[in-house]
């Protein structure tokens, strides 16, 4: 069982930056694959940013170039970095990561708001 506690979200203007961190019960080096979620109002949950255990990133075009997602193997984190905050960046945003075990199994985090004001 992994737990996973997203923090770091909060009220921030358009063209700021904001850091999220998802901080697991396990070592982040236990997980195949990590990712950044997010689901606005009215809309469907989204896939923001990836990234397997070797590094391998994914992103959507909508973020390419303004958020980066990494994680800290010391302190058993997975961030998202989020530069240029632009108000349609608002959302809830959810932590994911993959494990292999008996066979693959995905764990969520709560989520924590982000809003970008104009």
């Known amino acids: 069982q992994v737990q996973l506690l997203e923090s770091g979200g909060g009220l921030v203007q358009a063209g700021d930056s904001l850091r999220l961190s998802c901080r697991a019960s396990?070592?982040?080096?236990?997980?195949?694959?990590m990712a950044w979620y997010r689901q606005a109002p009215g809309e469907q949950r989204e896939l923001v940013a990836g990234s397997t255990a070797y590094g391998v990133t994914y992103y959507a075009d909508s973020v390419k170039g303004r958020f980066t997602i990494f994680k800290d193997n010391a302190k058993n984190t997975v961030d998202l970095q989020m530069n240029s905050l632009r108000p349609e960046d608002t959302a809830v945003y959810y932590c994911k990561v993959t494990r292999q075990e008996l066979r693959s199994t995905d764990y969520w985090g709560q989520g924590t708001q982000v809003t970008v004001s104009s």
């Open positions: 396990v070592s982040v080096l236990s997980f195949d694959y």
